[in-house]
């Protein structure tokens, strides 16, 4: 039945060279499968956690889709409160700090994706701070279509991302900018091959949420080294580097610092530098001086190591 170790890894992994984003999304379908209910959001809620403490990691940010996991009949928000009840239970254990970004789906009906926002927007004391569009971007690629969506997260007052770009290049890229005015964009890379828009982006001072190893499974860019971090940097886009989906890539955030530095040829002032920049555009507005103490004992830390110190 191809259900032992190996049935499962094929089923939970992503080729590593998918032939597309769609394709990619396919290695979803087993595991949103599994989680519709309370139990298993907490489990793998608090398990996430774990697992990037591991990472040494200080600051994570945990985007997904909450109507996802509504279709065995759970409640909207009490599959929203296990998530961020797993969540916050054990960044308590582990000392990681955590945020929570509710990500509503193209495929979706904007009415339910309205409906999720203002759910979402009522966790924000609770440390869901973001609200996302993500999903099937070249069956669904207007972002318009769920605009109600993005205007109830951003009156309840969640930091504003979405997805763009891992199709239809630049071009997608730009609609997603003009059309939902993000403070960040997920992805986004493809925003390399147009000059103007890197302006844009650097002058208007929209992030990128970079995910170099997933853009290649999606067959994005086709090679590591040829992903445009460098073209990016040297525009002033702002970036982070994120691991996309840690199951689907088979990744952790060391591995991908280590594929920037080796494959794609950053330096570790450039990876530093994301480094801090992540925590000043972090969803962390609900506790600014949680962020300004990160920061400074990241600073603290730069100081103690001579590769650093020039890089903050």
């Not at 990876?271 to 992540?278: E, I, K, Y």
């Not at 609900?286 to 650093?308: G, V």
Request: net charge negative.
């Amino acid at each position: 039945d191809g259900m032992d170790l190996a049935g499962i890894t094929a089923r939970l992994q992503a080729p590593a060279q998918a032939a597309s984003q769609a394709e990619l999304l396919q290695a979803f379908e087993l595991p949103i499968a599994l989680l519709q209910d309370e139990e298993a959001l907490y489990r793998v809620a608090y398990e996430l956690i774990e697992d990037v403490a591991q990472d040494g990691t200080r600051y994570v940010e945990v985007r997904w889709g909450p109507l996802l996991h509504v279709m065995s009949g759970l409640d909207l928000g009490a599959g929203i409160t296990a998530v961020v009840a797993g969540t916050n239970d054990a960044s308590s254990a582990t000392g990681v700090v955590a945020r929570l970004i509710a990500v509503a789906i193209r495929s979706h009906p904007p009415d339910a994706n309205a409906v999720m926002a203002r759910v979402a927007a009522g966790f924000r004391d609770r440390g869901l701070t973001g609200f996302d569009l993500a999903g099937p971007e070249e069956a669904f690629p207007d972002p318009l279509a769920h605009a109600r969506s993005f205007e109830i997260a951003r009156e309840g007052g969640l930091g504003i991302t979405i997805h763009a770009g891992e199709w239809g290049g630049a071009d997608q890229v730009r609609r997603s900018l003009e059309a939902v005015d993000p403070s960040r964009i997920a992805h986004g890379a493809r925003a390399a091959d147009d000059a103007s828009l890197m302006a844009e982006l650097a002058a208007r001072r929209v992030t990128l949420d970079v995910c170099p190893t997933s853009n290649v499974q999606a067959s994005i860019f086709p090679t590591l080294p040829s992903f445009p971090m460098k073209t990016l940097l040297a525009a002033g886009v702002p970036l982070t580097l994120s691991t996309d989906d840690r199951t689907v890539s088979d990744l952790t955030l060391v591995r991908e610092y280590d594929r920037a530095l080796t494959d794609i040829g950053a330096s570790i002032t450039d990876l530093w530098r994301m480094n801090l920049h992540a925590l000043d555009v972090a969803f962390l507005h609900d506790n600014e001086p949680l962020r300004a103490q990160l920061r400074a004992e990241f600073e603290s830390f730069a100081a103690s190591d001579p590769t650093l110190r020039t890089a903050s």
